[in-house]
């Protein structure tokens, strides 16, 4: 873990550039330490982008919201909770802001937003069932064009000079998400 925060560290100080030696440095080991554990700087690219996407998972999915609250309620508290997620942690400028070059970043970036695709897909066919949703819309379909959005949203505004507000990206991702995801 320490080699993954330093190389997360390097990566902060740097805006998305990584060099191995410069990472044995900061976290007081030899280099051929990080070729041992990760096979590459490839390898440790992808395992710091894993690490962020695992605190990113546990944030805003892993959180349990009150079954008593409908599909609307609970999907734009979890929109709020992911927003609130991504501005506060400084690496999502990196990550989301596609400010990492190297292939192995953008391998495991595509990994995981597959894994979200999943989910919502999952979370959205839920909401068919109950009834909650329009249930002609494909599934899969609704959640990759949703996600492809909000990813699209969040990138260009960390990528501003001065974010927008937390409430004007969740106005703005909600009014084009119940254009998508209709309800019933």
Known sequence: MRLIEAARA?????????????VAVRAEVSP???????????????????????AYDDAVFAVTVSEDL???????????????FLCEDPLARIVVGRRLREPSAAQADAERLATQIDMAARNIAH????????????????AAAFLGAFRELMAEAMSREVTPSRQELLDTIWRLGTS???ST
Request: proline share 3%.
């Open 10 to 22: 390097e990566l902060l100080e740097t805006g998305g550039t990584l060099e191995v030696a410069k």
């Open 32 to 54: 051929g330490l990080l070729y041992r554990y990760f096979g590459a700087k490839d390898g440790l690219v992808a395992a710091v982008v894993h690490a962020f996407y695992d």
């Open 70 to 84: 409908g599909w609307i309620e609970r999907e734009r508290l979890r929109l709020s909770r992911e927003i609130d």
């Open 127 to 142: 909401a068919q069932r109950n009834g909650e949703i329009e249930p002609g819309i494909d599934a899969r379909l609704a």
């Open 180 to 182: 998508i995801i209709p």
